[in-house]
Structure formats: structure tokens, C-alpha cells
């Protein structure tokens, strides 16, 4: 292995380490500090590197909680300095949303999403997720409960994308 190989792979793993990092921060703040649309987009911003699947959701919602388990799944498929799955809740009532969440044993971040969330977002229904890909750009705008298969295959296609992209630079 030579020196350029050591460096990059050490640049790699910082940078997987201090995203893990800003995640479990923003993970405690949750009962504390909902998020923003403006600090969702910074976040999305600095995930460049990595497929970033957000999905909107709210404990009372009946096809968001049958959604769950594909994005579970989902969330195990890849590596962490593959995929970001990001889970955003739209409940109003923050005790509610706490206790689920505690309930429920994610297997990937969640947060409560601010009350002005669903309108800076354009979000007119739930569950919606915005997959985004390596470089921060929009890939998929998906409307409803995403079906385990099609986030799975969108997933690995802008990896195989990116990774084509980085190695013609």
C-alpha cells in the first residue's frame, strides 16, 4: 500500500468517524432541538461522499409505520460510509414522538422535524423520502410508503454512479 493509499484511506475513515460523530450529537439533540429545513439541507450538504436517504414520517401514521421495516432493512444493506438514513418526524406532539421512538428501537437516526418543517420542505403528505446522491443532488422524490426494492436498487445504482464519477477525476 503505498502513501497515497494510506492517506486517502485515512481521510475516509476520519471523515466516516466525524459524521458518526455529528450524528450521535444530533441523535441526543433530538428531544431537545427539533431540525430545521435550513440544517437539513446543510446536513444533506455535507454528506457529499454518500447516498443520503431522508424519510419524513409521523408515529400516528399507518403506512409510515408499515415502511419502517424496508428502511431497517435498507439501513443494513450498506455501510455507514455508504448510505445516511436519515428518519424525520412530523409528529406535533414531541412526548408522543419520544415514546414512540423509544418503542420503536430505530436502526438508523431519527429526529423531530420543527414546525415549519413540512412547509420550507414541501412536504403535502407522509411518508415522502428525498434520496439524494453522492454529490447532494436530488435523485428521487418518492410520494407514499418506498417499497424495500426500489430504495435498494436506487441505492446501489448512485453508488456504482458515484463511484464511477470519482474515479474519472
Same mark, same amino acid.
Given at each position: 500500500m503505498n502513501i497515497f493509499s ?21 441523535? #441526543? ?77 430505530? #436502526? ?30 436530488? #435523485? ?23 463511484? #464511477? ?5
Amino acid at each position: 500500500m503505498n502513501i497515497f493509499s494510506r492517506y486517502k484511506t485515512f481521510i475516509a475513515v476520519a471523515a466516516m468517524l466525524l459524521s458518526l460523530l455529528f450524528l450521535s450529537s444530533a441523535h #441526543a439533540e433530538s428531544a431537545d432541538a427539533p431540525l430545521s429545513a435550513k440544517a437539513l439541507k446543510e446536513l444533506v450538504a455535507k454528506e457529499q461522499g454518500r447516498v443520503v436517504v431522508i424519510n419524513f414520517w409521523a408515529s400516528w401514521c399507518g403506512p409510515c409505520r408499515r415502511e419502517f421495516p424496508a428502511l431497517k432493512k435498507l439501513r443494513t444493506r450498506f455501510k455507514d460510509s455508504e448510505l445516511l438514513l436519515l428518519g424525520v418526524s412530523l409528529d406535533f406532539d414531541r412526548e408522543m414522538y419520544t415514546e414512540f421512538v423509544t418503542a420503536q428501537r430505530f #436502526a438508523y437516526p431519527v429526529r423531530l422535524g420543527d414546525s415549519q418543517i413540512m412547509n420550507d420542505m414541501n412536504i403535502e403528505a407522509i411518508p415522502k423520502t428525498l434520496i439524494f446522491d453522492m454529490d447532494g443532488n436530488l #435523485a428521487q422524490n418518492h410520494d407514499g410508503p418506498a417499497p424495500f426494492a426500489e430504495l435498494n436498487a436506487l441505492v446501489k445504482a448512485l453508488l456504482r454512479k458515484g463511484r #464511477a464519477s470519482e474515479k474519472l477525476q
